[in-house]
């Protein structure tokens, strides 16, 4: 079992590009969550998905950020004209989906904006 | 909506010295799933504690926690605090059968010196 795989694990945009972010989640899991962190905030949850099917996006940025699962090996996190304040580690999560299980992360992929 | 409060951004304590971090939180659920996840440096966040079952002790790698409703409470406690204890604790909630998102705490950073 690989654990949740996230590409890249480092990536750096200049202000006003876009940035895409890859998971893959751990084979069987059926939900896959979205968090950013950073020193000051912590985890925010961003969004999550139960079989492909987008449940909650209430933490996302409105404007700029959106998510996708197009099949159930892998999700995308993509971010519009990036901006300074969207530095932070953005990590990607799965699980088996009946509340009680256990989310497992992957390593986060770091996001630096210049 | 829920929520988590960890009243402590930063625990220091002395090697060998016990160790409480304190977690309470607001639901209107009445079976919910708790979970304490620790994050060591430039690693994932990784499950350390889960419970669901009021008044049951739950203990792992030394840790131990109680789920409380009648305070609302989910507290991590140790006896004996180790050097590589040092790492970051989220507690975190989550109603069961899915299609809710989890809650999480702010964290608390626990550093434990000689």
């Known amino acids: 079992n690989a654990g949740v795989i996230q590409t890249p694990r480092h990536k750096v945009t200049g202000k006003g590009q876009e940035a895409t972010l890859w998971c893959e989640p751990i084979s069987g899991h059926s939900a896959v969550f979205w968090y950013r962190q950073t020193i000051v905030q912590g985890l925010e949850f961003l969004t999550y998905?139960?079989?492909?099917?987008?449940?909650?996006d209430s933490g996302m940025p409105k404007e700029r950020f959106s998510a996708q699962m197009p099949n159930q090996s892998h999700s995308t996190l993509k971010i519009q004209s990036t901006q300074p304040q969207d530095s932070a580690v953005y990590l990607c999560?799965?699980?088996?989906?009946?509340?009680?299980?256990?989310?497992?992360f992957g390593p986060g992929t770091r996001l630096l904006v210049l | 909506g829920d929520s988590v409060t960890q009243t402590e951004g930063l625990v220091t304590v002395t090697e060998g010295l016990p160790v409480k971090l304190n977690c309470t939180y607001q639901t209107t659920y009445l079976t919910i799933a708790f979970f304490w996840y620790v994050q060591y440096l430039n690693e994932a966040p990784q499950v350390l504690l889960r419970?669901?079952?009021?008044?049951k002790r739950t203990e792992h790698q030394g840790f131990h926690a109680t789920l409380h409703k009648s305070s609302s409470s989910f507290h991590l406690q140790k006896s004996s605090a180790q050097l590589s204890d040092s790492a970051l604790y989220y507690c975190a909630l989550r109603p069961p059968g899915g299609n809710y998102k989890p809650t999480f705490g702010k964290g608390t950073s626990l550093v434990v010196h000689p």
């Open positions: 419970s669901s079952t009021d008044n």
């Open positions: 998905f139960r079989n492909q099917a987008p449940i909650d």
């Open positions: 999560a799965s699980s088996f989906d009946r509340g009680i299980d256990t989310q497992y």
